[in-house]
């Protein structure tokens, strides 16, 4: 007899577990009416874990597809503009070392790789990123990446968000349950019911009994109570890769109201790890990631309000723990981890919430029918998951491989190419000699990373790939065009944008138009 896939359950909530809600929901809205249910079980007693406060443009499309108000989402989360990362003294240590990773693609990107025509001279003293894109430069000068009378969504220069993690999963919450019919249980998880055939059949709870299901979502964070303890999926350390394993976390005020606010994460290089710097509409979030091997945590709290001043003497520091790996399967019988269940790295390109995102988008998408047929369709959740959590794996690390720095144990350790996974080392060796571009393995149609990711952080680090002579010839029309309309789109971004913290204000007071 088949057994259609028709109850789900998500077992915790925060970002992880009403953004998987969400995207479930408003996926299989058609189907609600035949008896499809979305069900999240969240304990009344035990604290959110934020993931982080930065984004992926990603979320621009998710929160649209939700039904989500991006006006609404601005007024109550406490959400800023993001347009990409400034990563300073990570190269030399140095205070002009600085380089940014934008989230506009280079001008022309689908019709010519203008990074080798750089790297050739073509662009004299220019760094790569303003060469080929205006996204520094609005950063560097304060300014929004769209104007109030742009519609929501939608963007002038490409862009994601800082939040307030906290406020962002209490928002996500009231749209599931208010707009999509997210069924919403306050109860304490005490254990799960496993049926004959090694599934989840339901999970006991302390207020509101037993919760049958057909798909069980495991958002209980580290704990992983289910795909970890229930299902005995074993974890994957990564602290021999990524050694940083602990963050102090400070939220700083700003000193006036109308405190000019960056768009973009700020992250600066320390003795033993770094600090992000993350402005949203009340406040910074300031953090110190590091390894405790290379420093112990009275001296990263010095170096963390050092970095600070004034603006954090006497603060509250939270600590966190980091465990830097994930599960060895994501997804086993009828159980799939989602969020800090599934894994945890370091926080240095924001892609926690992202892999949130990924994770529910290929559930929705995948969902399957019946469980006949489950297996096969967990058997590619995994394989694609474990791709991506490897790729992110290989991006982070590259920006400790390029560093220059020998000051401390931390950076020369980092940079043994014995920590280095196989992919990375053979891919760094190619691009001694060829310009990363579509087909360097980053081969799947969602690409975490596209190529120019690579670009940006290799040429901002100092890297230099050889160009041989000649073989630009073919490409010297299209690369200047595309180098033409990229210094016209510059002018014209820095004269029309407005300040960032302007563009808020407007939201939050006026709202954006809708399409």
Same mark, same amino acid.
Request: charged letters at 25%; one cysteine or more; glycine letters at 8%.
């Given at each position: 007899?088949?057994?259609?896939?028709?109850?789900?359950?998500?077992?915790?909530?925060?970002?992880?577990?009403?953004?998987?809600?969400?995207?479930?929901?408003?996926?299989?809205?058609?189907?609600?009416?035949?008896?499809?249910?979305?069900?999240?079980?969240?304990?009344?007693?035990?604290?959110?874990?934020?993931?982080?406060?930065?984004?992926?443009?990603?979320?621009?499309?998710?929160?649209?597809?939700?039904?989500?108000?991006?006006?609404?989402?601005?007024?109550?989360?406490?959400?800023?503009?993001?347009?990409?990362?400034?990563?300073?003294?990570?190269?030399?240590?140095?205070?002009?070392?600085?380089?940014?990773?934008?989230?506009?693609?280079?001008?022309?990107?689908?019709?010519?790789?203008?990074?080798?025509?750089?790297?050739?001279?073509?662009?004299?003293?220019?760094?790569?990123?303003?060469?080929?894109?205006?996204?520094?430069?609005?950063?560097?000068?304060?300014?929004?990446?769209?104007?109030?009378?742009?519609?929501?969504?939608?963007?002038?220069?490409?862009? &994601? /968000?800082?939040?307030? =993690? +906290? $406020?962002?999963?209490?928002?996500? #919450?009231?749209?599931?349950?208010?707009?999509?019919?997210? *069924?919403?249980?306050?109860?304490?998880?005490?254990?799960?019911?496993?049926?004959?055939?090694?599934?989840?059949?339901?999970?006991?709870?302390?207020?509101?009994?037993?919760?049958?299901?057909?798909?069980?979502?495991?958002?209980?964070?580290?704990?992983?109570?289910?795909?970890?303890?229930?299902?005995?999926?074993?974890?994957?350390?990564?602290?021999?890769?990524?050694?940083?394993?602990?963050?102090?976390?400070?939220?700083?005020?700003?000193?006036?109201?109308?405190?000019?606010?960056?768009?973009?994460?700020?992250?600066?290089?320390?003795?033993?790890?770094?600090?992000?710097?993350?402005?949203?509409?009340?406040?910074?979030?300031?953090?110190?990631?590091?390894?405790?091997?290379?420093?112990?945590?009275?001296?990263?709290?010095?170096?963390?309000? &050092? /970095?600070?001043?004034? =603006? +954090? $003497?006497?603060?509250?520091?939270? #600590?966190?723990?980091?465990?830097?790996?994930?599960?060895? *399967?994501?997804?086993?019988?009828?159980?799939?981890?989602?969020?800090?269940?599934?894994?945890?790295?370091?926080?240095?390109?924001?892609?926690?919430?992202?892999?949130?995102?990924?994770?529910?988008?290929?559930?929705?998408?995948?969902?399957?029918?019946?469980?006949?047929?489950?297996?096969?369709?967990?058997?590619?959740?995994?394989?694609?998951?474990?791709?991506?959590?490897?790729?992110?794996?290989?991006?982070?690390?590259?920006?400790?491989?390029?560093?220059?720095?020998?000051?401390?144990?931390?950076?020369?350790?980092?940079?043994?190419?014995?920590?280095?996974?196989?992919?990375?080392?053979?891919?760094?060796?190619?691009?001694?000699?060829?310009?990363?571009?579509?087909?360097?393995?980053?081969?799947?149609?969602?690409?975490?990373?596209?190529? &120019?990711?690579?670009?940006?952080?290799?040429?901002?680090?100092?890297?230099?790939?050889?160009?041989?002579?000649?073989?630009?010839?073919?490409?010297?029309?299209?690369?200047?065009?595309?180098?033409?309309?990229?210094?016209?789109?510059?002018?014209?971004?820095?004269?029309?944008?407005?300040?960032?913290?302007?563009?808020?204000?407007?939201?939050?007071?006026?709202?954006?138009?809708?399409?």
């Amino acid at each position: 007899m088949v057994q259609p896939i028709n109850h789900i359950v998500i077992v915790g909530g925060g970002t992880a577990g009403w953004l998987t809600a969400g995207v479930i929901a408003a996926r299989h809205q058609g189907r609600r009416a035949h008896g499809f249910t979305v069900t999240l079980v969240e304990s009344p007693n035990v604290p959110i874990i934020g993931v982080g406060e930065g984004t992926w443009p990603t979320l621009r499309n998710t929160l649209r597809k939700m039904g989500v108000s991006e006006t609404d989402f601005f007024r109550e989360c406490d959400a800023s503009f993001k347009q990409g990362a400034r990563f300073n003294r990570w190269v030399t240590g140095a205070a002009d070392d600085g380089y940014y990773h934008p989230l506009m693609m280079p001008q022309g990107f689908a019709q010519v790789n203008l990074a080798a025509h750089w790297l050739a001279g073509e662009e004299g003293a220019t760094n790569f990123c303003d060469a080929v894109t205006p996204q520094g430069r609005i950063c560097d000068e304060g300014l929004a990446p769209k104007t109030i009378a742009t519609p929501e969504y939608e963007a002038l220069a490409n862009y &994601a /968000y800082h939040l307030d =993690a +906290g $406020r962002f999963a209490d928002f996500l #919450r009231r749209h599931c349950c208010d707009k999509l019919g997210v *069924r919403h249980v306050l109860a304490d998880v005490t254990e799960p019911v496993m049926a004959e055939n090694g599934d989840i059949a339901a999970v006991r709870t302390e207020q509101a009994g037993e919760i049958a299901g057909d798909l069980f979502v495991d958002c209980t964070g580290f704990r992983a109570l289910l795909l970890g303890e229930a299902m005995g999926v074993p974890f994957r350390p990564l602290g021999d890769v990524l050694f940083c394993d602990t963050a102090l976390a400070i939220q700083v005020p700003y000193d006036a109201a109308d405190a000019p606010i960056a768009s973009h994460t700020i992250s600066t290089a320390q003795s033993a790890g770094w600090i992000w710097d993350i402005g949203v509409q009340s406040r910074r979030g300031v953090g110190h990631v590091f390894s405790s091997s290379h420093i112990d945590v009275d001296d990263a709290e010095r170096e963390l309000r &050092a /970095y600070l001043g004034e =603006a +954090g $003497r006497d603060l509250p520091v939270r #600590r966190l723990s980091i465990r830097a790996g994930h599960r060895e *399967r994501f997804w086993q019988g009828n159980c799939v981890a989602v969020g800090l269940a599934a894994g945890f790295l370091e926080p240095l390109e924001a892609s926690a919430i992202v892999l949130i995102e990924l994770s529910a988008k290929l559930i929705a998408e995948q969902m399957p029918a019946c469980r006949e047929v489950m297996d096969t369709v967990a058997r590619r959740f995994n394989e694609t998951t474990l791709y991506r959590w490897g790729r992110i794996v290989d991006f982070l690390k590259l920006h400790y491989a390029l560093t220059q720095r020998t000051d401390s144990d931390f950076w020369r350790d980092n940079a043994r190419p014995e920590t280095m996974p196989d992919r990375l080392n053979a891919l760094m060796e190619l691009w001694r000699w060829q310009v990363p571009w579509m087909h360097d393995e980053l081969d799947r149609v969602e690409e975490v990373f596209p190529a &120019a990711s690579y670009q940006y952080v290799l040429y901002g680090m100092g890297q230099r790939t050889a160009v041989p002579p000649g073989s630009l010839a073919a490409e010297t029309v299209m690369a200047g065009r595309a180098r033409r309309e990229n210094d016209a789109m510059t002018a014209k971004l820095l004269a029309g944008l407005p300040r960032h913290r302007d563009l808020i204000r407007k939201i939050v007071e006026r709202g954006l138009p809708t399409i």
